[in-house]
C-alpha cells in the first residue's frame, strides 16, 4: 500500500473528533482522552483526523516537507487508540494512513536524526537500543537453556531488544527462562545469535527492515524445529504475529505472547502457584499486545467510492477494531495468583492509554513519553493499586522511570515476575 491508497480516507473523515476520546458510555469525563498526542498538544493536528488532514495537503500539494511535518507525523506512539475508536462507527483507517505517511517521508529521503541513529544500530549490530552487537545473550548465563539453532527445541523464547540489552529487565527474561523449564517445556534461545524483530522499525516508517528481519527469524526458528515463538516483549509478539502476516512473511508456527503461554501451563496443572503474594494490582494493556495485539486480517479487492461518506468493498472487508487482541491472558494469569486483588484502571482494554514508549516516540521526544508514562502512572495511582504490572518491557521501562521521578506509591512489575514469587 502507499499513501495515496487512503486518500478516499482522508476525504472521508468528518472530523468529528472520536478519534480523541474513548466512547463516553464507558468512562467519565476525567479519563476520556485515550490519544497521548492530543492530550498533550490539545491542537487538532495531533489528532488521527489531524493528520488525515494534513496527508490530504500533502497530497494535494498545499504542504510539502519540512521540520514541522516531521515533528507532527513522529510525536505520536502509533498507539492504534484513535484507530479503534474510529471503528466505533466508521470505516477510515487512521493508523495505517499514518504509517504509510512516514514511510514516504522516509523514501523522501526525510528522517529524525535520533531515528536515523536507532536504524543505524539495527543494520549494524541487530538491536534497535543502540547497543554493540556482542553479549546479547549474556542474560541468560547459567539458566541451562538450549542453543538455538546449533540444538532443536519444541518452544523458543525471543526476549527481544530492550530485555536482552537492559541489564535492569535481566530479570525478568531470567525469570521467564526458570518458569518454563520448571513446568517442563522444552526451551531454547538464540542467545548472542538472536536478532530484532524489526517491528519497531516499521512503526518508524522502514519497512523493508521488517522484512529484511523477518526472512532471517524465520531461518533461525526453521532450523532449530521451533513450533512455537514465545516472547516476552508485546512489540515482538505484534511484529511475528501480526506484522509478518501483513507484508507476507507470516511464520509457519504458533506465536504465543508469555503470559498466555503461562496461563495455559497453570490451566493444565503443569505450574502450581501456592505462594501467596498479598497485592492489589492494576493492569496496564500494552498497546501491541491489546488493541494491536489482534490478528491480521488479509483483504484483496477494490474500493468504490459512492458518495463523499462512503465507499464500497468488494468483497466485503473485515475490519481490525481491536476486539482480539490479548487482554484475558494476562487478567486471568493475575488472577491465579494467591493474594493478588486485581483493581483495573479506567481506561482498559481496547481503550488503554498508551505507556508512551512507541512509534519512536521514547527515542526522539522523550519528554513526550515521559509526560505519557506520566498520566498511565497518575491514574495507575488513583485505582490505589499497590502494584502496576504490565506485559512488555518497553512499557515497563517507561512506567518504572516515571514511578521514580514522581515518588509514587506504587510498585512496577512485569506479570511473570509476580508468577516467580508464586511459585
Given at each position: 500500500m502507499a499513501l495515496e491508497d487512503y486518500e478516499a480516507d482522508m476525504t472521508r473523515c468528518s472530523r468529528c473528533s472520536d478519534c480523541k476520546f474513548a466512547p463516553a458510555s464507558q468512562l467519565d469525563e476525567d479519563r476520556a482522552e485515550i490519544c497521548p498526542s492530543i492530550a498533550k498538544y490539545?491542537?487538532?493536528?495531533?489528532?488521527?483526523?489531524?493528520?488525515?488532514?494534513?496527508?490530504?495537503?500533502?497530497?494535494?500539494?498545499?504542504?510539502?516537507?519540512?521540520?514541522?511535518?516531521?515533528?507532527?507525523?513522529?510525536?505520536?506512539?502509533?498507539?492504534?487508540?484513535?484507530?479503534?475508536?474510529c471503528k466505533k462507527d466508521r470505516e477510515l483507517e487512521?493508523?495505517?494512513?499514518?504509517?504509510?505517511?512516514?514511510?514516504?517521508?522516509?523514501?523522501?529521503?526525510?528522517?529524525?536524526?535520533?531515528?536515523?541513529?536507532?536504524?543505524?544500530?539495527?543494520?549494524?549490530?541487530?538491536?534497535?537500543v543502540v547497543c554493540p552487537r556482542e553479549g546479547r545473550g549474556e542474560w541468560a548465563k547459567g539458566l541451562g537453556a538450549k542453543d538455538l539453532p546449533t540444538e532443536k527445541a519444541e518452544v523458543a523464547y525471543h526476549a527481544g531488544c530492550r530485555l536482552s540489552y537492559d541489564r535492569a529487565q535481566w530479570k525478568i527474561a531470567r525469570a521467564t527462562i526458570e518458569v518454563l523449564k520448571r513446568a517442563g517445556v522444552d526451551v531454547g534461545i538464540a542467545g548472542d545469535g538472536e536478532i530484532c524483530c524489526g517491528g519497531r522499525a516499521y512503526e518508524m516508517g522502514y519497512p523493508d527492515r521488517l522484512e529484511r528481519q523477518a526472512e532471517r527469524i524465520r531461518e533461525i526458528f526453521e532450523r532449530a524445529g521451533v513450533k512455537t515463538l514465545v516472547t516476552s516483549c508485546a512489540h515482538c509478539f505484534h511484529a511475528f504475529e501480526v506484522l509478518y502476516h501483513k507484508v507476507g512473511r507470516k511464520l509457519d508456527l504458533e506465536v504465543v505472547h508469555v503470559t498466555d503461554f503461562v496461563n495455559r501451563l497453570v490451566a493444565e496443572g503443569r505450574l502450581t502457584l501456592t505462594n501467596e503474594v498479598p497485592l492489589d494490582v492494576t493492569y496496564h494493556d500494552p498497546c501491541h499486545l491489546g488493541r494491536l495485539g489482534e490478528p491480521w486480517i488479509p483483504w484483496e479487492g477494490t474500493e468504490k467510492k459512492v458518495l463523499q461518506q462512503l465507499v464500497l468493498h468488494d468483497p466485503p472487508k473485515t475490519f481490525r477494531r481491536g476486539t482480539h487482541g490479548v487482554y484475558r491472558p494476562p487478567r486471568e494469569l493475575l488472577g491465579r495468583i494467591p493474594g493478588v486483588r486485581l483493581v483495573e484502571m479506567k481506561r482498559k482494554e481496547a481503550y488503554s492509554f498508551c505507556c508512551g514508549s512507541g512509534g519512536g516516540v521514547r527515542e526522539a521526544f522523550p519528554d513526550f513519553a515521559r509526560w505519557a508514562a506520566g498520566e498511565r502512572l497518575d491514574e495507575a495511582t488513583e485505582t490505589g493499586a499497590e502494584a502496576l504490572a504490565s506485559a512488555c518491557p518497553w512499557c515497563i521501562a517507561g512506567l518504572e522511570d516515571s514511578a521514580r521521578a514522581k515518588g509514587a506509591p506504587v510498585e512496577v512489575y512485569d506479570v511473570i515476575e509476580l508468577v516467580g514469587r508464586a511459585l
Open positions: 490539545g491542537f487538532h493536528s495531533y489528532s488521527g483526523g489531524g493528520r488525515l488532514v494534513a496527508g490530504l495537503s500533502f497530497l494535494s500539494g498545499r504542504v510539502e516537507h519540512s521540520p514541522s511535518l516531521l515533528n507532527l507525523l513522529y510525536q505520536c506512539q502509533l498507539c492504534g487508540a484513535c484507530d479503534i475508536a487512521p493508523l495505517e494512513t499514518m504509517i504509510e505517511f512516514r514511510a514516504r517521508c522516509v523514501r523522501d529521503g526525510q528522517t529524525l536524526p535520533a531515528l536515523e541513529r536507532v536504524i543505524q544500530s539495527l543494520d549494524r549490530s541487530d538491536n534497535m
